[in-house]
């Protein structure tokens, strides 16, 4: 019987994967980003691991791929067909080249990944700055205040952003509690009123108790925010207060939650991290089946699951459940400047993406001026593959091993 094709495995099948190179790219944020509630500066960014693969037939592609070189070398020699469906995505066996296979074969069908992912999205991706961390707090022998997070905010909305994250929690463990909460709501308030044009977002990093963010809420009932990231750890009971106080307050925030799990929901001697990936990726299911419940119960708005513990191809298939369930979603990005640019594509792509992650900064030997912001978001690209030229000559080659 004759085998029915699609043109696109087609004209993949055609290429088969000859070698592979493996780079790191570094990132530059346009300042030195600070703390949050938890963790320690995040300075001027980090580095990733890129690989830019190559057919038989000379086409190139590339993305993130973080696996020492051992794990790719048996793929090489493989067809373009069997490593990924456009219609589907990565096959499971080559995921650890999930995001180059999707440029790669982007390049082969002369398609931009949004458009293989089937363009339910607007082109035009809502972004908001990720980078407003406790920049008020340094330098921590003078620390500048709240005017450092305007002037933040500024640089950002200068370079196209209309929607700015602002972390908060200083009272869990750089201020004491009275004195962080208050600051937070200073710093709300500073931004919200010098950008009147511009959504404010909040990210707690699950620093506050209920109690506490009531208390800070109240301070800034009149900034109309957009979001609330993870306030707390997401229980029940504590959402149920926490929607029911907005309601009385006329808060219209979207509860953000999913980026990090909770012990609300964790069985005791449950695994944080599966060791074979699920349906979605490296999040346990206990995380993911709490959080489809609170959203049921109206607590949780938007999943902010990160976009590599699913995982690129994973995603694809996620995001038609959301739909079913009625969930829009926001993958986490942070802390890698190309990320926001994927979840770009995933948003055009697959759609149900109410903003994206944004991540300022420019990385080395990766071209981003094929993205441009209009009125606060990010336009995807028309080019094939993500549309991010790489160059090759400028980048830090890597000799990566598993030994
Ligand atoms: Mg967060």
């Given at each position: 019987m004759a085998r029915v094709v699609a043109?696109?495995?087609e004209m993949l099948e055609d290429?088969?994967?000859?070698?592979?190179?493996?780079?790191?790219?570094r990132d530059r944020f346009p300042r030195f980003v600070s703390r949050n509630a938890k963790?320690?500066?995040?300075?001027?960014?980090?580095?990733?691991?890129?690989?830019?693969?190559?057919?038989d037939q000379g086409m190139k592609g590339w993305g993130s791929s973080h696996v020492p070189d051992e794990e790719i070398k048996p793929l090489i020699g493989e067809r373009m067909s069997d490593l990924i469906d456009p219609d589907v995505g990565t096959s499971e066996h080559a995921s650890t080249l999930d995001l180059p296979l999707h440029d790669l074969a982007g390049k082969i069908l002369g398609q931009p990944v949004y458009k293989m992912l089937g363009g339910k999205g607007s082109r035009h991706v809502p972004i908001y700055?990720?980078?407003?961390?406790?920049?008020?707090?340094?330098?921590?022998?003078s620390p500048r205040g709240v005017a450092a997070l305007v002037a933040s905010c500024q640089q950002d909305y200068e370079a196209g952003y209309r929607a700015f994250k602002l972390k908060i929690g200083r009272g869990f463990k750089?201020?004491?509690p009275e004195t962080g909460m208050q600051r937070d709501i200073e710093a709300v308030?500073?931004?919200?009123?010098?950008?009147?044009?511009?959504?404010?977002?909040?990210?707690?990093?699950d620093s506050y108790t209920c109690d506490g963010f009531i208390r800070f809420l109240d301070g800034v009932a009149d900034c109309d925010l957009y979001w609330i990231e993870e306030p707390f750890e997401e229980g029940e009971e504590d959402l149920t207060r926490l929607k029911d106080h907005m309601a009385k307050i006329g808060c219209r925030a979207l509860i953000a939650e999913g980026e990090a799990g909770s012990r609300h929901a964790r069985a005791e001697g449950a695994s944080g991290?599966?060791?074979?990936?699920?349906?979605?990726?490296?999040?346990p299911m206990w995380h993911i089946d709490h959080l489809y419940k609170l959203a049921e119960k109206g607590l949780v708005d938007v999943f902010i699951i990160d976009l590599g513990i699913v995982g690129f191809t994973r995603w694809r298939t996620v995001m038609p459940e959301l739909v079913a369930a009625g969930v829009p979603a926001s993958p986490h990005t942070w802390a890698w400047c190309v990320r926001p640019r994927y979840a770009s594509h995933l948003a055009a792509g697959s759609g149900n993406v109410v903003i994206v992650e944004g991540i300022p900064g420019e990385s080395s030997g990766l071209d981003?001026?094929?993205?441009?912001?209009?009125?606060?978001s990010m336009v995807v690209p028309d080019l094939p593959g993500w549309g991010i030229p790489i160059d090759e000559g400028g980048l830090e080659a890597v000799q990566s091993s598993a030994g």
């Open positions: 043109k696109g495995n290429h088969r994967l000859q070698s592979f190179e493996t780079y790191r790219v963790g320690n500066p995040q300075k001027y960014g980090g580095s990733i691991q890129v690989r830019v693969i190559t057919t700055s990720g980078s407003i961390y406790f920049d008020d707090l340094e330098p921590e022998d750089w201020m004491d308030r500073a931004v919200s009123e010098a950008f009147p044009d511009c959504k404010v977002l909040v990210d707690a990093n991290r599966p060791t074979e990936p699920t349906a979605y990726g490296y999040y981003y001026s094929n993205y441009t912001m209009v009125d606060g």
